[in-house]
Nanobody, 123 residues
Framework: QVQLVESGGKLVQAGASLRLSCTAS????????IAWFRQAPEKEREFVAA????????FYQDSVKGRFTVSRNNDKNTVWLEMSSLTPEDTALYFC????????????????WGLGTQVTVSS
């Protein structure tokens, strides 16, 4: 079964930049659409960004569009989420998710999940 592992989360100050990575255990990763979700305390898990299987198409939630960039390198079985101009509202546990098909924006439409990496933005 495909294993996903996120890394890169840390405590940063408002306005900082940060890059998260998601690495898969198997080559079949290259056939999956990949998405990033996040969940803050007392809030529902929400869609952040997604990238198609070949990396040619990306999708973003309005609140992060222009600040976040998602990309992938299938030769390395890795997806990145580059974040800039971070604010305290970006504080959350960030998850990488995968599905064998086209991208979706609801968490229950994804088949594989990592355990998450914590991003905390101080004011």
């Amino acid at each position: 079964q495909v294993q996903l592992v996120e890394s890169g989360g840390k405590l940063v100050q408002a306005g900082a930049s940060l890059r998260l990575s998601c690495t898969a255990s198997e080559r079949t990763f290259s056939s999956y659409a990949i998405a990033w979700f996040r969940q803050a305390p007392e809030k529902e898990r929400e869609f952040v960004a997604a990238v198609s299987w070949d990396g040619d198409n990306t999708f973003y939630q309005d609140s992060v569009k222009g600040r976040f960039t998602v990309s992938r390198n299938n030769d390395k079985n890795t997806v990145w989420l580059e974040m800039s101009s971070l604010t305290p509202e970006d504080t959350a546990l960030y998850f990488c998710a995968a599905r064998n098909g086209g991208w979706r924006f609801r968490p229950n439409q994804y088949d594989y999940w990592g355990l998450g990496t914590q991003v905390t933005v101080s004011s």
